[in-house]
């Protein structure tokens, strides 16, 4: 597979082209570039089937990512979009340009491998006329793309932690409705969003209690998003089996 590399941060590019080396994939990095002008000047210079995937940064200077996509004339190339947490909107809106796929930073290398197998899995289908591939892709397509839904839920509630939990808020974020996403959320993780955020709650309690044990009570209660401290309190001792206070004390 032929794949061109187009982010603005050096390290990025340096990053993904050693990963994507050692792969066992028969990979071939034509071209790394900074930024989207760069790369079409490149990319308009090729021929069909001679660039099969291309991996892009939605932010950077002189073209972005997005500009960068809908010049693409050619509709075979697999467009697989990265995107940091802040750009999530930038990155649904890629998806209606017919991207294959996006990434969030820092890139998974499992997600990013197995996400080329299927690329590679849908161009070999093709290539022999086997007319079930698109299906197949369509489906695998859809799969992973409420992987990545969840795994944007989860960075959100990981960033978000210390707020009021507005579900409709998020679902909309994601671009699903909260039935939906809850639903879905339950089926990937085996956990409810609510759970899953009280475990990150707790959890985050935790470092406030052993790294700064000048704080209070009540200030780590509001510091992991609970304004009731007795609530805080019970919740804590049922969750770890000890109160904040006895957790301190053990873990000094």
């Known amino acids: 597979m032929n794949i061109i590399i187009v982010d603005d941060e050096e390290f990025i590019r340096l990053g993904l082209e ?8 028969d990979i071939s990095v034509i071209g790394s570039y900074s930024n989207g002008m760069d790369a079409w000047t490149h990319i308009s210079k090729l021929g069909p089937g001679e660039l099969d995937v291309l991996i892009t940064d939605i932010k950077m200077p002189m073209m972005d990512g997005l500009k960068l996509i809908e010049h693409l004339r050619d509709k075979s190339i697999a467009t ?18 017919g991207v294959r796929d996006y990434l969030l ?5 499992t997600n990013l491998y197995e996400l080329l197998v299927k690329v590679k899995q849908e161009r070999s289908g093709a290539d022999t006329g ?19 839904v969840i795994e944007q839920m989860k960075a959100i509630l990981e960033q978000e932690y210390d707020k009021n939990f507005e579900m409709e808020r998020i679902a909309e974020t994601v671009g699903m409705s909260a039935n939906y996403l809850s639903r879905l959320f339950k089926q990937e993780t085996g956990m409810t969003i609510t759970d899953y955020l009280i475990d990150i709650r707790i959890e985050k309690a935790k470092l406030f209690l052993t790294d700064h044990p000048n704080l209070k009570n009540y200030e780590i209660s509001q510091l992991v998003g ?6 805080f309190n019970k919740l804590f001792k049922k969750m770890v089996g000890a109160t904040p206070k006895d957790y301190k004390g053990k873990n000094r």
């Open 18 to 25: 050693k990963i994507l080396t050692k792969m066992d994939l």
């Open 80 to 97: 697989i979009v990265l995107s940091g947490f802040s750009e999530f909107e930038y990155a649904r809106k890629a998806l209606r340009y």
């Open 105 to 109: 930073k820092p890139v998974d290398k």
């Open 130 to 148: 086997i007319e079930t591939t698109a299906s197949i892709g369509q489906e695998a397509s859809s799969k992973e793309k409420e992987h990545h």
């Open 226 to 231: 609970y304004s009731d401290p007795v609530y």
